[in-house]
């Protein structure tokens, strides 16, 4: 074996690498301290001026920090434990277990813009079924409500994000608890643990180092949401469900301020995906099996 | 009493997890009387109109979208494959980067795909990419290359050593290792890497609304600009909606052990 022949085998990876990450990164950078706009794409020198209005300005990054921050907090809280649920509520046998599992599955590989549209199809007034059954059940007590309105549109999008990923979390929580040791189970029940004592002591420790990275990974993934929010609220009611996603879209797409979108998406990755990095490096380092 | 119980939660959700799609596809097949009907109709008159309607619309061209999508789908397919296959066999056999890469891969796994967005549409203009299914191929092979990356490498390490040591004893070059030993052994993980880049990029969506205006848009994009233009023809968004998700679940469907095994293996690590 030459040397170099496993370089070379690498080579196309490197080359690939560096040009759309590494280049295309350095060039958002250069971006972040020019006014580069629309209607003028000439970059001129302004300094840390993008950063500031990314930070103040109506059109700034925090406000969509926050709101996704509560929404990616909210998904994790909610499908985490759903998933494990759903994994014990598998983890036996029954007739017509791999249909169910494969229908179970199915939404990891829809379409999440596709699945926003669905999910307008759900709330809209007027057609849709899910605004329909929520207010017959209200209809009793004099209540009636639109699912898209400012109170309820994070809910509406928060029960569709989780249609969508608790499947996601399932097949992994689902695969780990197969792997956990019968006899572990069976000892447990033998020396006379209730089914809680084993869930507590024996399952969900178990089940903890998987829970973490799901979590991590999760939680980023939903910080990013872009897709599902976009086609069901398009960002409003106002501006109350924009994302950092989706605020950076307008910025640099809508309004043609690529200077200011580029800072703004840098100051997000920098506030909230470094450190996300770091905790998921600590968390697969500790429990590296 | 228990075994009512566990049938009820397992029927309930089975409901809500396909609740989306059921109702999708009631609206698809229902005529637009039937559509605002209130209360909602679950039996009625099944039409295509809808779906007639969409394929043969003016000003829509369903069937570029469909064939973009397509296109762009099996291009990234094959990009990652090749980038996948010799680099991730570097890495498992030499250790090529010193056992760091995967580590790379998963922390790229956390990019926000956002952020390059506005490089890509500026790069690519200057380049001549925008609006190419080419160009979107590639910004697609780079959003799944972390996971295709880490799941072609779990099949790698899967294959045994010993194999691979008696032919380079017999002489054998490294081409032809790779060509006539390594490629047919890995095989199962060249399936399971091929059909989730396939799926995941024919559901990706922000790069390809940033990236494409006219020429090469898919269908993901292609359904959002139906909704947009045609705000209240609901059964035609139903059904482009229903004919967007055939392929990507198809596949899921058709090949699920090898997709379901490689996810498990390569994404967590």
Avoid at chain 1, 235 to 251: D, K, V
Avoid at chain 2, 135 to 152: D, E, K, R, W, Y
Wanted: proline share 5%; charged share 10%; glycine share 6%.
């Amino acid at each position: 074996m030459r040397l170099q022949t496993k370089y070379i085998l690498a080579l196309p990876l490197l080359i690939f690498l560096i040009s759309l990450i590494v280049f295309p990164m350095a060039y958002l950078w250069f971006l972040s301290f020019n006014n580069v706009t629309f209607v003028d794409l000439s970059p001129s020198f302004v300094g840390l001026n993008n950063f500031y209005s990314a930070l103040t300005s109506i059109r700034g990054i925090l406000g969509p920090i926050f709101f996704s921050f509560k929404y990616a907090l909210i998904s994790v809280i909610i499908q985490v434990p759903l998933a494990i649920g759903f994994a014990l509520l598998f983890n036996r046998k029954f007739r017509g277990k791999n249909f169910f599992i494969i229908i179970i599955l199915l939404p990891i590989f829809t379409s999440r813009v596709l699945l926003g549209i669905m999910g307008k199809l759900m709330f809209q007034e007027g057609i849709g079924t899910a605004a329909f059954f929520v207010n017959s059940v209200l209809k009793p007590f004099g209540l009636s409500v639109s699912l898209l309105s400012p109170e309820f549109a994070l809910w509406s999008l928060i029960i569709l994000d989780s249609i969508l990923w608790t499947p996601f979390i399932f097949l992994f929580v689902y695969v780990a608890l197969q792997s956990l040791p019968k006899e572990y189970i069976e000892a447990a029940a033998i020396d006379g643990a209730s089914k809680f004592g084993t869930f507590k002591n024996i399952i969900l420790p178990y089940l903890t180092p998987i829970l973490a990275i799901m979590g991590i990974i999760r939680f980023a993934d939903a910080f990013k949401t872009f897709d599902i929010i976009y086609a069901v609220t398009g960002g409003g009611p106002g501006t109350l469900t924009t994302t950092y996603s989706i605020r950076i879209y307008e910025n640099a797409f809508v309004a043609g301020d690529y200077g200011l979108a580029a800072a703004a998406s840098l100051l997000g990755f920098f506030i909230l995906f470094v450190p996300l990095m770091l905790v998921l490096k600590y968390t697969r380092r500790k429990w590296r099996r | 009493m228990k075994k009512f119980l566990f049938w009820f939660v397992l029927i309930l959700t089975f409901i809500i997890f396909t609740f989306p799609v059921l109702n999708t596809m009631l609206i698809a097949f229902k005529t637009d009387a039937d559509i605002f009907s209130v209360p909602p109709k679950i039996i009625f008159n099944p039409t295509l109109s809808h779906f007639e309607e969409v394929l043969t619309k003016g000003g829509y061209s369903f069937d570029k979208y469909f064939i973009n999508s397509f296109a762009i789908s099996t291009i990234s397919t094959f990009i990652l494959l090749g980038l996948t296959f010799f680099s991730t066999y570097a890495v498992a056999r030499y250790r090529v980067g010193g056992g760091n890469l995967p580590g790379l891969m998963l922390s790229l796994r956390f990019l926000p795909p956002i952020l390059l967005c506005i490089p890509f549409y500026m790069l690519f203009t200057v380049i001549g990419l925008l609006d190419t299914v080419l160009g979107i191929a590639i910004t697609h092979s780079l959003i799944n290359l972390p996971i295709a990356f880490l799941v072609m490498l779990s099949f790698v390490e899967e294959i045994p050593r010993s194999i691979e040591e008696a032919a380079i004893l017999d002489g054998c070059s490294t081409g032809h290792l790779l060509r006539s030993i390594v490629f047919p052994l890995l095989k199962p993980g060249l399936i399971a890497v091929g059909f989730i880049s396939f799926i995941f990029s024919w559901n990706e969506y922000l790069m390809a609304l940033v990236l494409s205006s006219t020429g090469a848009v898919p269908i993901t994009v292609g359904a959002g600009l139906f909704v947009q233009s045609f705000q209240v023809q609901y059964g035609e968004i139903a059904a482009v909606v229903i004919l967007a998700l055939i392929p990507p679940l198809l596949l899921a469907i058709l090949f699920r052990k090898q997709i379901v095994k490689g996810l498990t293996m390569g994404a967590i690590r």
